[in-house]
């Protein structure tokens, strides 16, 4: 599954959460021949500022993408349903807690 | 005493008011407890999507068949984020499926009521989702990290389900006397199997105590009720609408609304499978699982066969 795709390893996506209980987010990616290697690579390339409290890392070659560009009209259907938002109902004056 | 030095650090962990993540250490009970809230709170997610489907063909308009139609959608989205959650503590769907079919798995009793007319859509949308919302509010600060972003997530999403709603009976009230009429029954109905929504009285609930020491509920059972009854009665009183509640009164002393008792038989009959559409909302589940099994088979059996 996790061939090396060169001589420095393959690559790995890394994610941090900076605080507990936010989401994981996206800060870069590295090279490691195992997710030890990976885990210690991405500790000192993307925390040496802050200690975050969670780091995730996941095999590039596992990560499914799509992109708007991709051309088909993957995220259209959610362009014209103006309904789905609360500014769309009329709450008269006076009424709160809605 | 390695546990109860572990079990120690845990708890000044939460009272920290840090999140535990699927990774970290953590007692069997605060697992179980969660797999236990976060499935039935996904089953209910589920479930819920009967009563309103029933009004889909029949909505009265296009616009109003529209919105339900996405509010549905939304419903059936909160109960795949809440699986998932529910997933990284170690249970399958499958296992959670299981448990509902046989009973196991509780679900919100306030799904087992039918949907009688369309101004039931209206009681549902203010009504229900706005006890749901009451309670999912607050859940945002559950101490399960998973649990705590599809929180907000839902609550997000939950902002126009509860306008819909109100809507629907301002359309009604502002009507015919008929349908102002039927939005008056729609609210005689709906008001307090939504007020059962939040459970027993806290001195009944026994899983209150554990829960809130381990801050997977942030406020009690009876305490969010009475949020829900104080900003709700307002909302009714703007429509012309009056609770069926006969002692229910504004208390300027205690700064909050007075209510009458709950009817805890009634609660109860329906929460143990004996209300007017638990066998049918369970069946439909059973057999709509059932029909769909040869689309799972499929699937399976063509990602065997490609790359994927
Ligand atoms: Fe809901
Ligand atoms: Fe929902
Ligand atoms: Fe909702």
Redesign the interface.
């Known amino acids: 599954m996790l061939q090396s795709n060169s001589s420095h390893g393959s690559v790995w996506e890394v994610f941090t959460?900076k605080k507990?209980?936010?989401?994981y987010q996206h800060v870069g990616s590295l090279h490691a021949f195992d997710k030890e290697m990976a885990l210690d690579h991405a500790r000192d390339l993307y925390t040496r500022r802050d200690k975050p409290?969670?780091l995730w890392v996941v095999p590039a070659s596992e990560i499914i993408a799509v992109s708007p560009g991709d051309g088909a009209p993957f995220f259209d259907p959610s362009d014209d349903?103006v309904?789905?938002?609360?500014t769309?109902?009329?709450?008269?004056e006076?009424?709160?807690?809605? | 005493m390695e546990f109860q030095k572990k079990l120690h650090e845990f708890q000044q962990y939460i009272d920290a008011?840090?999140?535990i993540?699927p990774k970290d250490w953590m007692p069997d009970d605060y697992r179980l407890h969660n797999i236990r809230q976060i499935s039935q709170h996904a089953h209910s997610e589920v479930i819920g999507m009967q009563p309103e489907g029933n009004w889909i063909t029949r909505a009265p308009t296009l616009?109003a068949k529209?919105?339900l139609l996405?509010k549905i959608q939304?419903e059936g989205g909160h109960g795949l984020y809440l699986y998932s959650a529910a997933e990284t503590l170690g249970i399958s769907r499958d296992e959670m499926i299981e448990q509902l079919h046989a009973g196991k798995a509780k679900y919100s009793s306030v799904f087992n009521y039918p949907t009688l007319n369309w101004a039931d859509i209206g009681a549902i949308g203010w009504l229900v989702d706005g006890a749901a919302v009451t309670n999912q509010l607050s859940l945002r600060r559950t101490s399960f990290?998973p649990y705590?972003?599809a929180m907000l997530r839902i609550c997000n999403?939950e902002?126009?389900h509860?306008?819909?709603g109100?809507?629907i009976m301002?359309k009604m009230v502002k009507g015919t006397p008929d349908q102002h009429e039927m939005a008056q029954d729609a609210l005689n109905r709906w008001w307090w199997p939504a007020l059962m929504m939040f459970g027993p009285h806290d001195n009944q609930s026994s899983r209150t105590t554990k829960g809130m020491l381990w801050k997977i509920k942030r406020a009690s059972n009876d305490e969010l009720r009475q949020r829900f009854i104080d900003?709700?009665a307002?909302?009714a009183e703007?429509l012309g609408l009056k609770i069926p509640d006969p002692k229910l009164c504004w208390n300027e002393a205690s700064g909050h609304y007075d209510t009458a008792e709950i009817n805890w038989e009634e609660f109860n009959k329906v929460i143990n499978g004996d209300g007017p559409c638990n066998r049918e909302r369970m069946e439909h589940h059973k057999n709509v699982h059932a029909e769909g099994a040869w689309v799972r088979e499929a699937a399976a059996a063509y990602a065997t066969r490609k790359e994927v």
């Open positions: 959460q507990s209980g936010q989401p409290s969670g349903k309904y789905r938002h609360p769309f109902y009329e709450i008269p006076g009424v709160t807690n809605l | 008011e840090e999140k993540e616009r529209k919105i996405a939304d990290g705590s972003r999403e902002s126009f509860q306008r819909q109100y809507e301002l900003k709700t307002p909302q703007f």
